[in-house]
Each structure stands twice: as structure tokens, then as C-alpha cells.
């Protein structure tokens, strides 16, 4: 066996001794900033020793592979402070999770969050003693043993769970845990964490089984980057689409129907004012909207595919026409009854197919707004942002294949237009290719493939590769926009759909007289209304733009004696077309304001003696804190000048 191996390091190779650590290896990085290494692609820890010729590659503190080893490695710092301040206490598993980690113990007694200060403190102890990390290999049965005289019965049943001879553990100081790894090399990497918050969890998920103490913290490279993370988690509390619906009188959610929204008179305002703005865009950029059926025969989703691949997240109901009132939810099922759309798609095909098409009607836009209704399971619900009943600014063109690279150009477009206007500045797009499971030739998803991406090209726009993730009929292109919170959405979508059209018998005549298919594109821009409504809440706190205000402007009165000025006011307003109204209730002015802030209403006028003397207003910005006085005709004009996206 050769006593040297060879090492690529930024592309240059050069030869080692046998066992060289991979530190060693990376040895002009500052030690602070490097916490593992990627050894062929795989992250191990720093003391790894190198056997055979390898690439190597630092892992860095701020890096998604640093946190990940960072946020394990604080996991086990604190359950080596749980189980010094609390003897008796077992560990179980303790995994990374997204903007942290978690780790389920069984106490003698339940952790609550009193308990959180003390466990963190005991941490930073402990991390500032230095203590080394240290992997060792042992016989899967020693660690049985090892585990078992501990006393740690949970531990023992995952290594029985373990089908390897060898497993791993990591000591340090005199704590040990079975674990993979990989972790910094010693505890004094951890410098940046929290612990956040406590809660109940079953061993292994189960219901049956033991409940948990489950401990859940957050940990950083560094502390500026925790305080960052710590400030953006209390702003999304703060912002909470369902707390500022409430306190802004949107939208409310009940049992009786769970997972549909119930928008309140001025939810609805925000959810038309979308609408309006897409119908203006349509009819700029040439859709016809259609209104098609809720419900239909099931036999219409089994020639779509949706009975196959999507009846279990359908809402089914019987052939009132039938004998035998049941609803069959079998693979023969679609004969019998009926099915509440989970899409528009299948049912614009009818809208194509109602008349002859030629090649010169193409392309066809067909756009949609109606409720369509999914069947979630009730734990995945939340808010706005998962529901059952939803509705999408949902369209389908249908055109010939010469005209693809065309509209999807024309989409992307649209999109910019679309999050330009509503203030959201970072958009960012895929392209999610074809995946295991299709329909089609491989050539003929590489030139899809290929005609989303030529159009990304020719509009300028960068994009990702998200391989393998497109839809089993056709690749598309995703579009992600990144709120204040630095919270990634997907919400749009382009894609590309040959398959449809052939199930649906869809055709026109082309030039020279002959039938051909055209090709099917879903799109959506804002994707569900719901949806999107719930992120632009949380992106603004609900401090909307004017156009979008569910309540513009809030006239609010001094005194008894400018009541009539006030209802003047406003009503000159209403007049002007704002959404105004006076609040002439007999109410300390602070408590007003205070009331109308939190309705987040974009305009506070305040009115006394003064302004009704000389019909003028006094003007306080939700945005702003500072009044400004004006003439009652400098407001309208103002308000005039307020953007509304064409
Ligand atoms: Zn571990
Ligand atoms: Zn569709």
C-alpha cells in the first residue's frame, strides 16, 4: 500500500502522507471560520484522516453545510447541559431542522420554558470549556452495552435499529451520543444560540408511545446573525397574517367550514382589487375570461388524469341521479358520481373544443377566476396560506407550437409587471425539469426543456436548474419572490403541457388544411388569491398601498362641534371615489388614532375648530408619524397622485 495519497484542493493536487487530516489539508483558512470539510463531496469533521486520494473542499461557518454542523453540534451541547443539570434525564434524537434544531428528551419531569434560561446558560459554560469533540468507532454490540449500563433504554432501541457492525459516537468531555456527525471540533465553535421554545412529542411520532420533552433552539455562525434571525421570527409573530386579518376586520376562519377563508366586507375589497388589476393586465395582454362548472362528472377527471393522480385530494360527491346514494372513491368511482374541481384545466378544454378552431384563432387565452376546492388533510391547514377553497388567477393558452417561446415570453413579462407593482422587489425563477415519473419522449422534454429556457434567455432573466421537479406532463418554470422576512414563496408558475391536449382530442387546422395539436401552457401569476393575500399581508404588516387599502382614509373628529365637518370631509372623499368614513364618535383623539392604526388605514385626517374654520384637514400618514395641515382640495389632489398599477 502506498504510503502517500493525492489531494485536489481548488482544482491543484499535490501528495500527502497517509492520515493527514483533513485540517492539515486546509491549513490557510482562519481556524474560526472553518468548521468541517466536504471530502469527495461528503462533509466530515476537521480530524477526518485522509486514507485515499480525495478532493477536498472547506466547509465554512456561514455556509448551509456550516449551519447544518453547527446547528447538530449545539443540539448536543444542550443535551449534554440537560443531562447535568437534570440526572435521570434520557436523550433520544436530536436532528437539524430549518432555521434550527430540536432534540427530544425523557425527563423525570416535563421542560417548560422557565427551564430555558438555566439549560442556556449551563450551554455557554460548557461551550466556553473548550470541551474536544471526538468520534470513535465501536462494535455495534459494545455500544449496546455501553448505552444499556447508562441506562439510556432509547438509545440501546435505535442501535438495535442499526443494521451496520460499527456505529459512531461522538464524546465530549464525559458526554457521549450515538451520531453520525459530522461536528466542530470542539465546543468552544458554539458561540452563537438560542433555545426558543419547549414542547410535547410522541417517541417515534406515535401515539401510542411515550410522550417526550422536546427542547427546540436556533444556532448561528455568529451573533449578529442570530440577532438578525431572532428579530425576523418576532417580526413574522408580529405580523401574522392571521393576527393582522383579525385586528385589520379581513377574513375569519370557522370550524364549520374548515380551511375557507370567510372574507369579512373588507377582505373582499383587497380580493377584488387584485382581480381588477388582473383584468386590467388581461385585457392588455389579450386573455378572455370564461366561467366554467365547480362540478363535474368524474368521468371528466379520469380522460384529465386527475382520478388517477389526484382523487385522494378531491372533493366527491354522489350521482344525485343514481339509485345508491354513495360516493365510490374506488379506481372505477369516476363512472358513478361527481367531483368538485381541484383545477380549471380539464374544464377549458370544453371551452377550446366548443368550436372549430383554425390555425389563425391561436393563440387562445382563456382565464378564470372561480372557486376551486382541494381536499387537505386538516393538520396541514393554515391561515390563508393552506386551504381547502381557493381561487386562482388561473389561465390556459392554447396555441401552436411555433408560438410557445412567444407566450411564455409574453408571461414572464407579465410577471415582472405584476411584482414590480405589488412591491416586491427580489423575484427569482427555475426551471424544473423533467422528472422520473412523465409522459413523453425524452427529446421532446428536451426541447420543452429547452424553449422555457431560450425564453428566460431572451427576457434577460438568470435562473436555476430545479432538476427533476417539473409536473409528469411537462417541464415549467417556477417563480419564487422573497418577502420582507426574507421568506422564499413560490407563487407563479409556467408550464408546459403537451399532454393534455392529446387526452382531450384537441385540434385546429393548420395551414395547409390538416389536423394538428396545439400545445396547452397553465400559467398563474399571483397563484391563489388566498395565498397571496396571506404573504402580501406578512411582507407589508398590512400596510398596503393605497389602491389595495380596504379602508383609505379614516376622518377623525376633535370634538362634537366639527362633526358635520368631518361627515363633510368624508364625504367629499367618497365623492372623489376613496373609500372614506368618518369617525365622529365622542372618543379621546389618541384612542382614534390608536384604533385606526391598527385597521392599518393608510390616511388619518383630523379635523377640529381650526380646519372646519378654514375647510382644511390635518394629515396623518400610517407611514409617518409627523401631521401636515392642508387645504381640504390639496388632499383630494394628493390622493390622486397615489400609484395605481395600470
Ligand atoms: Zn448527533
Ligand atoms: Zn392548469
Not at 455500544?143 to 433504554?153: H, L, N, Q, S, Y
Not at 397574517?241 to 385589520?248: A, P, S
Request: proline content about 5%.
Amino acid at each position: 500500500m502506498s504510503s502517500e495519497v493525492t489531494v485536489t484542493l481548488n482544482g491543484e493536487a499535490r501528495v500527502v502522507p497517509v492520515g493527514t487530516t483533513v485540517r492539515d489539508v486546509l491549513n490557510g483558512i482562519p481556524s474560526r471560520d472553518l468548521v468541517a470539510a466536504r471530502v469527495d463531496g461528503k462533509v466530515v469533521d476537521l480530524t477526518r484522516k485522509l486514507e485515499h486520494d480525495a478532493a477536498v473542499e472547506p466547509v465554512i461557518a456561514d455556509s448551509p453545510e456550516g449551519l447544518e454542523v453547527i446547528r447538530h453540534s449545539t443540539a448536543h451541547l444542550m443535551a449534554m447541559a440537560v443531562q447535568s443539570l437534570y440526572p435521570g434525564t434520557q436523550v433520544t434524537i436530536g436532528p437539524v431542522i430549518e432555521d434550527g434544531f430540536f432534540y427530544d428528551f425523557a425527563p423525570p419531569a416535563p421542560f417548560t420554558v422557565e427551564d430555558l434560561p438555566k439549560i442556556e446558560a449551563k450551554m455557554r459554560e460548557l461551550a466556553k470549556a473548550d470541551h474536544k469533540i471526538q468520534r470513535t468507532e465501536v462494535a455495534r454490540e459494545d455500544a449496546i452495552r455501553k448505552f444499556t449500563a447508562m441506562g439510556e433504554k432509547y438509545k440501546v432501541e435505535i442501535i438495535q435499529g442499526i443494521a451496520d457492525d460499527q456505529v459512531s459516537i461522538y464524546s465530549q468531555g464525559d458526554w457521549m451520543d450515538l451520531c453520525r456527525g459530522p461536528h466542530v471540533p470542539s465546543t468552544r465553535y458554539l458561540k452563537a444560540f438560542k433555545l426558543t421554545s419547549v414542547a410535547g412529542a410522541y417517541w417515534r411520532g406515535d401515539e401510542h408511545n411515550a410522550m417526550l420533552s422536546r427542547i427546540y433552539g436556533t444556532a448561528f455562525a455568529s451573533k449578529e446573525a442570530l440577532e438578525e434571525h431572532l428579530k425576523l421570527v418576532e417580526l413574522a409573530r408580529a405580523r401574522d397574517h392571521r393576527k393582522l386579518g383579525r385586528e385589520m376586520g379581513l377574513y375569519i376562519f370557522d370550524p364549520i367550514s374548515p380551511g375557507a377563508p370567510f372574507y369579512l366586507p373588507k377582505g373582499v375589497i383587497i380580493f377584488n382589487a387584485l382581480i381588477d388589476y388582473m383584468r386590467r393586465l388581461y385585457r392588455r395582454y389579450g386573455y378572455d375570461e370564461v366561467v366554467t362548472p365547480l362540478l363535474f362528472k368524474n368521468e371528466l377527471f379520469n380522460t384529465s388524469g386527475h382520478w388517477e393522480n389526484f382523487r385522494e385530494n378531491m372533493f366527491l360527491s354522489p350521482d344525485p341521479d343514481s339509485d345508491t346514494h354513495t360516493i365510490d372513491t374506488g379506481p372505477d368511482g369516476w363512472r358513478h358520481g361527481y367531483g368538485l374541481k381541484p383545477m380549471n384545466c380539464p374544464g377549458h378544454t370544453f371551452v377550446y373544443r366548443a368550436e372549430k378552431r383554425s390555425y389563425r384563432d391561436l393563440p387562445l387565452r382563456f382565464a378564470e377566476f372561480s372557486r376551486l376546492h382541494r381536499a387537505e388533510r386538516s393538520g396541514t391547514l393554515h391561515g390563508l396560506m393552506r386551504v381547502r377553497e381557493l381561487s386562482q388567477d388561473d389561465a390556459h393558452i392554447f396555441c401552436r407550437e411555433d408560438q410557445i417561446e412567444d407566450e411564455i415570453a409574453r408571461n414572464l413579462q407579465m410577471v415582472r409587471d405584476v411584482y414590480g407593482a405589488l412591491g416586491f422587489e427580489r423575484v427569482e425563477f427555475k426551471l424544473a425539469t423533467m422528472p422520473e415519473q412523465h409522459l413523453g419522449t425524452e427529446e421532446q422534454w428536451q426541447m420543452s426543456e429547452a424553449k422555457l429556457g431560450n425564453a428566460m434567455k431572451r427576457n434577460e432573466i438568470a435562473f436555476e436548474i430545479n432538476p427533476k421537479e417539473g409536473a409528469f406532463y411537462g417541464p415549467k418554470i417556477e417563480i419564487y419572490v422573497s418577502d420582507a422576512l426574507k421568506r422564499k414563496w413560490q407563487v407563479a408558475t409556467i408550464q408546459l403541457d403537451y399532454n393534455a391536449p392529446e387526452r382531450f382530442d384537441l385540434t385546429y387546422t393548420n395551414r395547409a388544411g390538416a389536423e394538428e395539436r396545439p400545445v396547452m401552457i397553465h400559467r398563474a401569476i399571483l397563484g391563489s388569491f388566498e395565498r397571496f393575500i396571506g404573504v402580501l399581508i406578512e411582507h407589508t404588516g398590512g400596510v398596503l398601498p393605497l389602491w389595495l387599502a380596504p379602508e383609505q382614509v379614516r376622518v377623525l373628529s376633535l370634538s362634537e362641534k366639527v362633526e358635520a365637518y368631518a361627515e363633510e370631509v368624508a364625504g367629499v372623499l367618497k365623492r372623489e371615489g376613496f373609500r372614506a368614513h368618518a369617525d365622529i364618535r365622542n372618543e379621546k383623539l389618541g384612542f382614534k388614532v390608536r384604533e385606526a392604526e391598527l385597521a392599518k388605514v393608510p390616511y388619518m385626517i383630523v379635523v377640529g375648530e381650526r380646519e372646519a374654520a378654514d375647510r382644511s384637514v390635518s394629515v396623518r400618514l400610517l407611514r409617518g408619524a409627523k401631521s401636515n395641515a392642508m387645504p381640504l382640495a390639496a388632499l383630494v389632489e394628493e390622493l390622486k397622485k397615489e400609484p395605481v398599477p395600470a
